[in-house]
């Protein structure tokens, strides 16, 4: 994660360099996998969360960091709240008000990015359609997340009473930060790659660009729901540790092992109505 912790990766030249460290790693991954020490159960988790962790780095770089983005989540999150408590006292304007200062508080910050500046700067309607489309995908994630002790209650679990409550909030707080980050990350990618695309009549536009647009969240969607499922497991791996007193290693190695066949086209669907989803937002240009 170091590519998002540094703030080198903004300065000219730090971009490049973090992403050319992050292929030679990438290619380090697969030479491991392919080896026999990808035997080891160690070795292999590693390799289940490290390849698509810096995959998604590669394909979806941060245009913040990772703590301007995780602090614009709780800003996110501090809005929503004060905004719905003033709708439940009955103070739609000030209500409002909030929302609005919110929204220039997310321009004024994604516009000092030097690759989303002009973008901000010319469409701001559809950089904030873009993050409430990940938004949608972030509860989807988090939807899907919490309801596996439901769908599969012979398999997972959120234990008994006193632990339950606990179980419950670790996996609605880990999987909801981490997918937020992710389909943030996505959905600026996919803002870039459809702004790109654009251009001519808006129907033309949405012909051309829809399609590439949902390939690409599909693929970015796949590598994405690896990632969320990574903390997922590292989530599991200390809950399994608190009320069952099991291996943390083994614990999230199992939870990676099993619940992967289902987190990969989970990903996949949500990033392909994330793709779509932007791609349909196409304005009139000449």
């Given at each position: 994660m170091g590519c998002g912790l540094s703030s080198s990766a903004n300065a000219p030249g730090g971009s490049?360099?973090?992403?050319?460290s992050s292929v030679l790693a990438l290619g380090a991954l697969f030479g491991l996998m392919a080896s026999p020490c990808a035997r080891v159960p160690f070795v292999s988790a590693f390799v289940i969360v490290g390849v698509p962790l810096l995959t998604l780095l590669v394909a979806?770089?941060?245009?913040?960091?990772?703590?301007?983005?995780?602090?614009?989540?709780?800003?996110?999150?501090?809005?929503?709240?004060?905004?719905?408590l003033c709708v439940a006292?009955?103070?739609?304007?000030?209500?409002?008000?909030?929302?609005?200062?919110h929204r220039a508080?997310?321009?004024?910050?994604y516009g000092r990015s030097p690759r989303l500046s002009s973008l901000v700067q010319g469409d701001p309607l559809r950089l904030h359609h873009a993050r409430r489309t990940g938004v949608m995908a972030a509860f989807l994630a988090v939807v899907a997340g919490v309801g596996l002790p439901f769908v599969a209650g012979e398999t997972y679990t959120f234990g008994d009473f006193p632990y339950a409550p606990f179980v419950f909030l670790t996996d609605v707080v880990v999987i909801g930060l981490a997918s937020r980050v992710v389909s943030e990350r996505m959905a600026l990618r996919l803002f870039e790659a459809s702004a790109a695309l654009a251009g001519g009549c808006s129907f033309v536009a949405?012909?051309?660009v829809v399609p590439l647009t949902t390939l690409?969240?599909?693929?970015?969607?796949?590598?994405?729901?690896?990632?969320?499922?990574?903390?997922a497991a590292g989530a599991s791996a200390v809950e399994s540790v608190v009320v069952f007193d099991a291996d943390f290693g083994r614990s999230?190695?199992?939870f990676l092992r099993s619940t992967a066949p289902m987190a990969l086209p989970l990903g996949v669907g949500i990033g392909a109505i994330l793709g779509a989803g932007l791609g349909l937002s196409q304005p009139e240009r000449r």
């Amino acid at each position: 994660m170091g590519c998002g912790l540094s703030s080198s990766a903004n300065a000219p030249g730090g971009s490049e360099r973090c992403l050319f460290s992050s292929v030679l790693a990438l290619g380090a991954l697969f030479g491991l996998m392919a080896s026999p020490c990808a035997r080891v159960p160690f070795v292999s988790a590693f390799v289940i969360v490290g390849v698509p962790l810096l995959t998604l780095l590669v394909a979806a770089p941060s245009r913040l960091g990772l703590f301007a983005e995780l602090s614009l989540f709780f800003r996110d999150v501090q809005a929503s709240l004060l905004s719905a408590l003033c709708v439940a006292v009955g103070r739609k304007r000030e209500a409002r008000l909030v929302i609005d200062s919110h929204r220039a508080t997310v321009e004024r910050v994604y516009g000092r990015s030097p690759r989303l500046s002009s973008l901000v700067q010319g469409d701001p309607l559809r950089l904030h359609h873009a993050r409430r489309t990940g938004v949608m995908a972030a509860f989807l994630a988090v939807v899907a997340g919490v309801g596996l002790p439901f769908v599969a209650g012979e398999t997972y679990t959120f234990g008994d009473f006193p632990y339950a409550p606990f179980v419950f909030l670790t996996d609605v707080v880990v999987i909801g930060l981490a997918s937020r980050v992710v389909s943030e990350r996505m959905a600026l990618r996919l803002f870039e790659a459809s702004a790109a695309l654009a251009g001519g009549c808006s129907f033309v536009a949405r012909l051309r660009v829809v399609p590439l647009t949902t390939l690409l969240g599909a693929a970015l969607g796949a590598v994405g729901g690896l990632v969320v499922l990574s903390a997922a497991a590292g989530a599991s791996a200390v809950e399994s540790v608190v009320v069952f007193d099991a291996d943390f290693g083994r614990s999230a190695f199992w939870f990676l092992r099993s619940t992967a066949p289902m987190a990969l086209p989970l990903g996949v669907g949500i990033g392909a109505i994330l793709g779509a989803g932007l791609g349909l937002s196409q304005p009139e240009r000449r």
